[in-house]
């Protein structure tokens, strides 16, 4: 009895984390899009973060032509 209850208790809990009962986005449509808007932002800053940690947003210093650098 004891084990049933538990596991039950488990299954309750991997539910509502899955978002089967409580639903994890508005039904309405226009609320649920500005949703995932607002959630996939994070997403979006992600690869900012990535390409700035690695110095990839540097500018690249190597030229199709010759460059004198000098004072003429």
């Known amino acids: 009895m004891r084990a049933l209850a538990v596991s039950a208790l488990l299954a309750l809990c991997l539910a509502c984390q899955s978002g089967c009962i409580l639903p994890a ?34 500018p690249d210093h190597l030229t199709p032509h010759r460059t004198h650098g000098g004072i003429l």
Request: charged share 30%; glycine share 6%.
């Open 25 to 58: 986005y508005s039904g309405d449509p226009v609320r649920r899009t500005q949703q995932l808007i607002f959630t996939s932002e994070g997403f979006r800053h992600f690869l900012e973060e990535w390409e700035r940690f690695w110095f990839l947003d540097q």
